[in-house]
């Protein structure tokens, strides 16, 4: 499983998660409530600008992870080109990156088990109700983990299908994706059982 920490030690890391959770809601509050471009375009600047500070790596990093919103903003800049809203296009992807810029960056410098300690702690009011709150955050926990180990998994089932067939792979690749995700679902399953269950 790979680490969603930064290779790179920085500041933001000393700092508490809950700071940092609470700093990131209120900055894409914030976000939403921005409409005109040239503030987003502001924003995403400064937002680049945090990822620049600690230095190359960790920017080169931090942009990695956002490669796999660009199918979502060339989407959505395509869609407003043709309807005629290309600003209002211009807005929204904006807004998308630099939401998704700054959750990254958070997730980059807090330890997984210092979120869900947040998540543990906000869920407190669920558990005077006698609601049992483990299996939710194991759930988000499992969630965060897993995703970008899955997005990188089918990164190279379709670099393995580039290398084997010139056709494009589109939904012929659903069937070994379903079935790898599956296959590290029962992985997962089998190590909580052997650890006492969730």
Same mark, same amino acid.
């Given at each position: 499983m790979i680490s969603l920490t930064s290779p790179v030690e920085t500041r933001a890391h000393g700092w508490p998660a809950g700071v940092k959770l609470g700093l990131l809601c209120m900055a894409t509050v914030v976000l939403f409530r921005m409409e005109a471009a040239g503030w987003h375009l502001l924003a995403c600047a400064l937002t680049l &600008?945090?990822?620049?500070? +600690?230095? /190359?790596?960790?920017? /080169?990093?931090?942009?990695? %992870?956002?490669?796999?919103? *660009?199918?979502f903003v060339a989407l959505i800049a395509v869609y407003h080109v043709i309807i005629g809203d290309a600003v209002n296009g211009l807005v929204i992807v904006l807004r998308m990156i630099t939401a998704v810029a700054l959750a990254n960056l958070v997730t980059m410098t807090? #330890?997984?088990? $210092?979120?869900?300690?947040?998540? $543990?702690?906000?869920?407190? +009011?669920? %558990? /005077?109700? &006698? =609601?049992?709150?483990?299996? =939710?955050?194991?759930a988000m926990a499992l969630v965060i983990?897993?995703? +970008?180990e899955l997005?990188?998994?089918?990164?190279?089932?379709?670099?393995?299908? #580039?290398a084997r067939? /010139? #056709? %494009?792979?589109? *939904?012929?690749? =659903?069937?070994?994706f379903a079935a790898l995700a599956l296959d590290d679902a029962e992985h997962v399953a089998e190590a909580l059982r052997a650890r006492?269950?969730?």
């Amino acid at each position: 499983m790979i680490s969603l920490t930064s290779p790179v030690e920085t500041r933001a890391h000393g700092w508490p998660a809950g700071v940092k959770l609470g700093l990131l809601c209120m900055a894409t509050v914030v976000l939403f409530r921005m409409e005109a471009a040239g503030w987003h375009l502001l924003a995403c600047a400064l937002t680049l &600008g945090l990822y620049a500070l +600690p230095g /190359r790596l960790f920017l /080169r990093t931090g942009l990695g %992870r956002l490669w796999v919103l *660009w199918p979502f903003v060339a989407l959505i800049a395509v869609y407003h080109v043709i309807i005629g809203d290309a600003v209002n296009g211009l807005v929204i992807v904006l807004r998308m990156i630099t939401a998704v810029a700054l959750a990254n960056l958070v997730t980059m410098t807090t #330890r997984l088990s $210092d979120m869900m300690a947040v998540v $543990d702690w906000l869920m407190t +009011p669920l %558990r /005077r109700l &006698g =609601i049992d709150t483990r299996p =939710i955050a194991l759930a988000m926990a499992l969630v965060i983990r897993f995703t +970008p180990e899955l997005a990188r998994k089918g990164q190279m089932l379709t670099l393995a299908w #580039r290398a084997r067939a /010139r #056709r %494009r792979p589109g *939904w012929r690749l =659903i069937p070994a994706f379903a079935a790898l995700a599956l296959d590290d679902a029962e992985h997962v399953a089998e190590a909580l059982r052997a650890r006492g269950g969730a």
